[in-house]
């Protein structure tokens, strides 16, 4: 599957997603994390974890450095778990772009005209941008995921 970038969508993301969804226990993914390749032809899987540390999620989002040492876009997708007390307990995938501020222009460019391919093709309808940090704290995706309601 091509984007509009030309950037086209690796197999593997579509699997990666899947397993999110449909596999359950211990080695169940809590999140993917995605990237475009070095060579910009491909999105690729650049990690699958069932790490249920909403921390440790945020840590290796924001961590991720390009080829040059530089703090590196990327998308991922996170499965928000929260409880509406009566209403009982929920799950809702959250797809999350985040793009650091310190991203080459060319980059940015790059992950903004593919997000939206990708995005509906793991056909996620939650979606967060996050230039910063605080742009995805936990109260921001738990209020996104829950609607509004938490």
């Known amino acids: 599957m091509s984007t509009p ?5 690796a197999d593997e993301c579509i699997t990666a997603y899947r397993e999110l969804l449909f596999t359950r226990g211990s080695h169940k ?24 540390s909403y921390e440790a999620f945020l840590g290796k989002l924001t961590s991720a450095v390009d080829g040059e040492g ?5 998308y991922a997708v996170y499965d928000v778990e929260y409880d509406l007390n009566e209403d009982g307990r929920r799950t ?29 093709a793991l056909d996620i309808k939650i979606s967060i941008h996050a230039d910063d940090v605080h742009d995805i704290e936990w109260r921001t995706v738990l209020r996104e995921a829950s609607g509004g309601r938490l």
């Open 92 to 120: 809702t995938t959250v797809f999350i772009s985040w793009m650091p501020d310190a991203t080459p222009m060319r980059r940015r460019m790059l992950y903004a005209s593919s997000k939206e391919q990708l995005r509906r």
């Open 5 to 9: 970038s030309g950037v086209l969508i």
């Open 29 to 52: 993914p809590k999140f993917v994390l995605y990237r475009i390749s070095d060579d910009e032809r491909s999105i690729v899987v650049d990690e699958r974890s069932s790490e249920t």
């Open 70 to 74: 530089r703090q590196a876009p990327r």
